[in-house]
Nanobody
Framework: QVQLVESGGGLVQPGGSLRLSCAASVPMFSMGWYRQAPGKSRELVARMNSWGNTAYADSMKGRFTVSIDNAKNTVYLQMNSLKPEDTAVYYC???????????WGQGTQVTVSS
């Protein structure tokens, strides 16, 4: 059973930073983050695979950085210059194998507000 456990969400002021972490119970081929704001669809934030390929949503480029510690089966999302519109539930996502079943974490709330 693959489990993804997130941590690091919370309340931050506009312009601030947060780092999210997600630990997988087994090694994963790819891991990343999606988010869902109230009344909106879930959208890609950033992802990374074992080949080192990364993908970012355009609105996050230059502000967010995804990284993976393979020794810990953990993916991180460093979020800088946060804006109120970044407020959402952030979900960890991963594939154990390329093209295989996808797994989701339980979600962690990020609120950007003064």
């Amino acid at each position: 059973q693959v489990q993804l456990v997130e941590s690091g969400g919370g309340l931050v002021q506009p312009g601030g930073s947060l780092r999210l972490s997600c630990a997988a119970s087994v090694p994963m081929f790819s891991m990343g983050w999606y988010r869902q704001a109230p009344g909106k669809s879930r959208e890609l934030v950033a992802r990374m695979n074992s080949w080192g390929n990364t993908a970012y949503a355009d609105s996050m480029k230059g502000r967010f950085t995804v990284s993976i510690d393979n020794a810990k089966n953990t993916v991180y999302l460093q979020m800088n210059s946060l804006k109120p519109e970044d407020t959402a539930v952030y979900y960890c996502h991963g594939h154990r194998h390329a093209g295989g079943v996808e797994y989701w974490g339980q979600g962690t709330q990020v609120t950007v507000s003064s």
